[in-house]
């Protein structure tokens, strides 16, 4: 089956999951076993036990995501699944780099676990957060952070045409939320994060992973992946280099990125990894668009 691969990022973790996976793939079993190695500690029986608390930190989430991502990608190639272009939400940008063959899945592994510290450490030394806006579209938005002016507030995360999630100091964003329902929002949802992610309060982060960025090998891109910052495709590796960095601080594109891959090279979509929150999106931007699951490749 020929598809778009779609990978999903921070906040579709939950404890358990890969464990059917692996008690039913080998090629699942040998993934996770690789990721231990990887990282030197148990980060199989972290996914699959718990407890929680650990695996919601977010140097351990990152991680335990993109195993559990490309775990479920190599059974599903044993079952036929072939990716013709890929994408990802976020830290789901770097499992749909492994897909296409630019990092290998030990760097990626690595280099989440060091974005998922780096990101933790830039909202230490300036705490941020961030809210969902529903029901206003991503002109409005920025508008809304734009008229704010005592502190940072922009878009984070551009999910769907009526789902929009903005970054930056608290105030900032408080004073947004107002305005947002002042001006017909549906629902202003404050979210439970350790820093404004996706903003330019992330700049230490940034910096950080340019730095480990130069030291991982870095391919041609084997397919094509449609980045976050850009919504375009990146497939060479100083360019793949700087959107990884350039990521963490710039709002995630994802309505765009779909609204691409949708053009080229099309459909089908299917989302590999743990959770549904992609295919919910999907709906959101494009009821016509056809996403599959894994279960599909055995119908």
Partial sequence: MKTVVLCPGQGSQFVGMGKE???????????FQEANEALGFDLQTLLFEGPEDELTQTKNTQPAILAHTIAAYRDAQERGLVATAAAGHSLGEYSAYVIAKSLSFEDALRLVRIRGELMYDAGLSRPGTMAAILGLDASAVEEICASVSDGVVCPANIN????VVISGDPSAVEAAMKVASDKGAKRVVPLNVSGAFHSPLMEPAANGLRDALREVEVQTAAIPVVANATAQVVQEPDAIRESLAQQVLSPVRWNASVVQLAKDPGGPFMEVG??????????????????????????
Avoid at 21 to 31: F, G, I, P, V, W
Wanted: charged letters at 30%; a neutral charge; proline letters at 5%.
């Fill in 21 to 31: 996976l692996a008690e039913s793939s080998a090629a699942a079993r040998e993934t």
């Fill in 160 to 163: 769907s045409p009526a789902q």
């Fill in 274 to 299: 743990p959770g549904k929150v992609l295919r919910g999106l999907m709906r959101a931007i494009d009821r016509s668009l056809e996403v599959k699951t894994l279960a599909d490749l055995d119908a």
